[in-house]
């Protein structure tokens, strides 16, 4: 079975900076795509950012010049920075690890607080 833990939450300003983490384990053969989503209280939770095995990626465009998708497949983690944060921004942030192209496993989800 897969695990993902996630990191990296916090409280910060407007216009500052996170960096969250998200690593497997567990019984992992290989790992396709790894993707970001967030879930804002009252709200449906929607796709933030993805990244392919070869690098590629995409991002919602409420977030796109400010937000950046990494992976470090040796690690087994991929990585969300999250540059001039906005109040709007404010959500839990999901990792989500897909393993073939219908099996996919969610992180127990991160907070991430924008306010003054």
């Known amino acids: 079975q897969v695990q993902l833990v996630e990191s990296g939450g916090g409280l910060v300003q407007p216009g500052g900076s996170l960096r969250l983490s998200c690593t497997a384990s567990g019984s992992i053969i290989s790992i396709n795509t790894m993707d970001w989503y967030r879930q804002a209280p009252g709200k449906e939770r929607v796709v933030v950012a993805t990244i392919a095995i070869d690098g590629t990626t995409n991002y919602a465009g409420s977030v796109k010049g400010r937000f950046t998708i990494s992976r470090d497949n040796a690690k087994n983690t991929v990585y969300l920075q999250l540059n001039s944060l906005k109040p709007e921004d404010t959500a839990v942030y999901y990792c989500?690890?897909?393993?073939?192209?219908?099996?996919?496993?969610w992180g127990q989800g991160t907070q991430v607080t924008v306010s003054s």
């Open positions: 989500r690890l897909w393993t073939s192209y219908s099996t996919g496993y």
